[in-house]
């Protein structure tokens, strides 16, 4: 070049691209090329995909159309403003603090910022800020700002976080023993129902191998077990083995087991176990309610892991964990053996039934209270099995002779509830009255080869109307009726009457 040559640039989208324009100032065509330059400049903050603007001593003087869609403004209400204005209160001392320091830094110097944004309509935007300022003639005093949305990824991160509490809380406090285990066998982790079933401390179970804490005669066994889950991906259901308690005493412990992957790589196994050793025969319902929640913590344990290694699939996988927690919700409130709700379940109804004729005084509710009768003598006669089956067919007929909105419980053992709403005491008789009936006519199977018995129950009704007290009263009537029918003679409804 002939004359005295000056160049200057421009940042663009952070440090990671400029615009670089050199000056011939003998010749007189600095002026030409920087306003070139800025032209240039426009056309990359319009076309660029993220929402960015200039600031001049505070104030909005270029934005593009992706900042205008993200705030809500035209570019006519934003050209001018302050860009506080767009920035919550409580983020903008930081935001001024750190324009202040841009002015006395280097060129090319950027900062980042977190902020909320104020958008239209009383919307409120989490983004990310970055600003920079602006180098060479022509460009004294201006910064650049470019602003990206990052709501979603708040979002998820704390759907993340909630998520991973939940698996922990659930980990932390399994009414079953639950172990972490590496493919060499090693025990990672360790729940505190562990300490509990074998006397040791967490220190002294941490990083050693489960068969330390195996009765020998049963190491091979265990080993070859375990072998063959991880070679062949199975799942380990209903296995058992003796394990040696700190203080010597062997215990007999029935455990599954399952491998965890990552990214189609087998990374540990999941072990969860009871002791059984004064339990042999624990409840039907225990077992398959245990099952579930165990199905559901592998695949929460190998979705944990996932979040941790791909936080690219966040969306994918919150949808799969969403699921998950439904299925936990329906686990937590639904009686595991007779597949009707629990009892916890009935008590939160029961009393939205009784807040609902408080608060509008609306139609009664009525309660039904089911007993099996001589349900001991049976189980004592014909076995526990032959009990449970007896148990779930019973549910079943509950379910299939009462409408959608009445709420069936297993209340305990033998006895079970139906809540009937918006139910005079005349109907819900009714309703006892052909349960009853139907339950005698059936032939109830007993075991696998097709034997059936005959069963009755005992029903006692109650109703409760706005005044008549609260729940504790409904379920008193409904149980008074209740022994009323067994001293009856049993197989027979009894309707709670207010005595003269």
Not at 105 to 122: C, W
Not at 215 to 239: I, Q, W
Not at 378 to 388: I, S
Not at 427 to 454: H, Q, W, Y
């Amino acid at each position: 070049m002939g004359g005295i040559t000056k160049f200057y640039c421009v940042p663009v989208e952070g440090n990671n691209t400029r615009l670089v324009v050199l000056t011939d100032l003998k010749s007189g065509v600095g002026e030409d090329l920087r306003s070139s330059s800025r032209d240039t400049f426009r056309k990359i903050i319009d076309r660029s995909n993220i929402a960015s603007l200039v600031m001049q001593d505070g104030r909005i003087i270029y934005t593009n159309d992706r900042f205008q869609r993200l705030v809500g403004y035209s570019k006519e209400e934003i050209i001018g403003k302050p860009f506080l204005k767009f920035i919550s209160r409580e983020d903008r001392a930081p935001f001024v603090g750190a324009c202040a320091r841009l002015k006395h830094s280097n060129a090319g110097d950027v900062f980042s910022i977190n902020s909320v944004l104020r958008a239209y309509p009383a919307k409120r935007v989490n983004a990310m800020i970055t600003c920079g300022r602006l180098s060479g003639s022509g460009y004294a005093g201006l910064l650049w700002v470019q602003v990206e949305n990052i709501t979603e990824k708040k979002k998820l991160e704390q759907k993340v976080k909630e998520l991973e509490q939940k698996y922990t809380e659930i980990y932390s406090k399994s009414l079953a023993a639950m172990i972490y285990l590496s493919p060499r066998g090693d025990i990672r982790d360790c729940n505190e129902f562990v300490t509990k079933v074998t006397g040791y401390t967490r220190e002294e179970i941490i990083n050693n191998p489960f068969t330390k804490f195996v009765s020998p005669s049963e190491v091979d066994n265990l080993v070859e077990e375990f072998r063959a889950l991880y070679l062949e991906g199975r799942k380990l259901v209903g296995k058992e083995c003796e394990l040696v308690t700190k203080d010597g005493k062997e215990i007999i412990i029935e455990y599954n087991a399952q491998v965890v992957t990552r990214r189609r790589h087998k990374v540990g196994a999941l072990m969860m176990f009871t002791d059984i050793t004064e339990k042999k025969l624990l409840e039907q319902e225990l077992l398959s309610k245990n099952q579930e929640m165990e199905e559901t913590l592998w695949e929460m344990a190998e979705v944990k892991d996932a979040l941790e290694a791909r936080a690219g699939e966040l969306n994918r996988l919150t949808e799969r964990l969403t699921v998950l927690n439904e299925k936990l919700n329906l686990l937590s409130i639904t009686d595991g053996l007779t597949e009707v709700y629990n009892h916890r379940y009935f008590q939160e109804r029961l009393s939205e039934e009784i807040s609902r004729i408080y608060r509008h005084k609306e139609d009664p509710v009525s309660l039904l209270m089911l007993d099996i009768d001589d349900f001991k003598k049976f189980n004592d006669t014909y076995g526990h099995q032959c009990g449970d089956m007896v148990l779930k067919q019973l549910a079943r007929i509950l379910q299939d002779n009462v409408r959608k909105i009445d709420i069936v419980s297993r209340y305990g053992g033998e006895e079970f509830t139906v809540i009937l709403p918006k139910t005079e005491s005349r109907k819900a008789s009714l309703v006892a009255k052909r349960i009853c009936k139907k339950v005698a006519e059936t032939p109830f199977v007993l075991d696998d080869a097709g034997n059936t018995g005959c069963v009755t129950v005992s029903i006692g009704v109650g109703t409760f109307r706005f005044g008549d007290g609260d729940k504790a009263d409904l379920i008193k009537r409904a149980d008074d009726a209740l022994y009323k029918a067994k001293a009856m003679g049993k197989n027979r409804v009894e309707v709670w009457k207010k005595e003269a």
